[in-house]
């Protein structure tokens, strides 16, 4: 039996011993698709996944199983062939993107932003700011990533709220928000982009919201409406930090940059060191199983 064929998007030397019955190729489909892609039975995208990235998939008619190294899957599900086993990147972002969520409130609710400013002005002024420490943080999908984030949290002396999409023990089911957002002071988002969260963050959501409080977004750009955030903001009334945008890279001329009381990061939440020995141990996990036909980790089914 022809060996099954793997693309990468690393060296497949990374991998340390990878098993055996497997070809490995390093592809990075932006910049060259070899004459093998009709061959590809296991597939790694990129971390940035593209239109380019997502149309390869079309041409991989041999494909059995696609392994993403994001958490969300919702820039590949619309292009995956029938048939086609898709597994996420759950556990490989939520150190790394637990911390951004961490800096965004810490930052925001100090007044972190305003410190650099002064900074590149030589201005020295000082001032109040609200602490973590005693507020009420509302994680809304609680999940591995939210797991994470609460394990961060604590340390802080704060109380933690927890939101998924069903209600189980210690966590509220995601229709309890409008009773639980004028009780807290941050809400984290990081749910899944799906059609019963598009949109989630609504003008009603923020009415809701305590004054003062902060949202923080590390989750996806359209999980919030964008207009109905800034006219929030624009009243001065809430502060928000957000990791994610509608449109990425966000255009110069955006609303968003000049939104009152708004932090900013380019969609970093996965991207630092702690990224690539993570997603290095997942992919070889499951190619291990996948090479002796065990069931693979973080599959996908349905709506999540």
């Known amino acids: 039996m022809t060996d099954r064929l793997v693309w990468l998007p690393f060296d497949p030397a990374d991998l340390g011993d990878p098993p055996s019955g497997l070809r490995y190729e390093r592809v990075d489909p932006t910049e060259h698709v070899p004459d093998g892609v009709a061959d590809v039975r296991f597939y790694v995208p990129p971390y940035q996944v593209g239109p380019r990235v997502a149309e390869v998939l079309s041409r ?50 100090r007044g972190v932003p305003g410190f650099v400013r002064d900074q590149d002005r030589h201005r020295w002024h000082s001032g109040w700011h609200p602490a973590l420490a005693d507020k009420r943080v509302l994680i809304v999908g609680y999940g591995a990533v939210g797991e994470a984030i609460e394990r961060r949290l604590l340390p802080f002396e704060v109380e933690v709220v927890r939101v998924a999409r069903r209600a189980r023990d210690g966590v509220h089911a995601i229709d309890d928000l409008p009773g639980l957002l004028p009780e807290v002071d941050v809400v984290v988002l990081v749910v899944p982009l799906t059609d019963a969260t598009r949109g989630l963050v609504d003008a009603g959501f923020l009415a809701a919201m305590k004054d003062g409080a902060l949202l923080v977004n590390v989750a996806r750009g359209a999980v919030v409406d964008t207009p109905a955030l800034i006219e929030a903001l624009d009243t001065g009334r809430l502060l928000a930090a957000i990791d994610v945008a509608e449109i990425e890279p966000l255009p110069e001329d955006h609303a968003l940059w000049d939104a009152p009381n708004l932090l900013i990061s380019p969609h970093v939440g996965g991207a630092s060191s702690a ?17 002796a036909g065990e069931e693979l980790l973080n599959v996908m089914s349905g709506e999540y």
């Open 60 to 109: 991989m008619t041999s494909l059995e199983v696609v392994q993403t190294m994001t958490a969300g899957v919702d820039n590949i599900r619309p292009h995956l062939p029938e048939g086609v086993t898709l597994c996420n990147g759950r556990g490989i972002h939520d150190a790394s993107t637990a911390e951004l969520a961490l800096t965004l409130i810490l930052a925001s609710l």
């Open 275 to 291: 990224m690539w020995p993570r997603a290095q141990r997942l992919v070889l996990e499951q190619l291990r199983r996948y090479a």
